[in-house]
């Protein structure tokens, strides 16, 4: 079944948290720096040295501030009532006057930081009805286009969709290979890129749908990572599995698993 999300979350919280980051900014003067450069053109390229730069503090006029909380507002698409009210709580007014470029800019993805930080939190999915994934968009076309990418060739072909299985790291060529000799597993394929989770970052694309049997069945989707630890994974990385999690809790059928790097991580 396909998904979709909505997030809850309030303005009160987003207010305390936004204000809380915000206040821990470093806002620095601004600046002008000048530069000189050599350039050597060739015909294998240009390649360029810098020869010397120099950088005074930047003078401006005070009476000539942007409009703060309109560009603020462009990128955070949040009111400039709540923008104002953020700022006002991180006692940052006079930080403006410092560097007003910089401190939007690192205001509104401070912000946006927050934001995305409570959607996540705060995801919930439910099934579309009568939305499903056709099957028949697995069929061998779709791979014939990998075919100067890296492979990693299939030994028990009745395990899976294809001869060969398209793999991005050698994680997932050691995975493949675990597939296809484990004894347990009796079906497995990778997860097609237009497979995706939406989520308030951006799609999620698990790696794995994998079937176990012996006693009883066990459906796994995973995501193979160069780590199983999830505190050395990328922010984005973190926040993508999350919603994976919430994803796949609408389908108490699947069990869900990530970050994994072999098969004995998986906990059948």
Partial sequence: HKTRYNVTYTSEELIDRASK?????????????????????????????????????????HRYIPDVLSYIQSKTKLTKDTICKIIKKADKFADILINPQFFMDATAAAINNVLNEMMVDGIKYEKIAGQVWEMTLFETEELEGYLNDTLAEVKNRDKTLYDYVLVDSNVERDFVKELDHREDVKFYFKLPFWFKIETPIGTYNPDWAIVFENDRRIYFVAETKGTTRFDELKLSEKQKIHCGKKHFEQFPEVCFAAPIKKLSDLKT
């Fill in 21 to 61: 980051a915000i206040s821990e900014l470093t806002i620095p003067s601004a600046r002008l720096v000048s530069r000189r450069a050599s350039l050597d053109i060739t015909k294998k390229g240009i390649d360029g040295n810098v020869l010397y730069e120099t950088a005074h503090k930047a003078e401006f006029d």
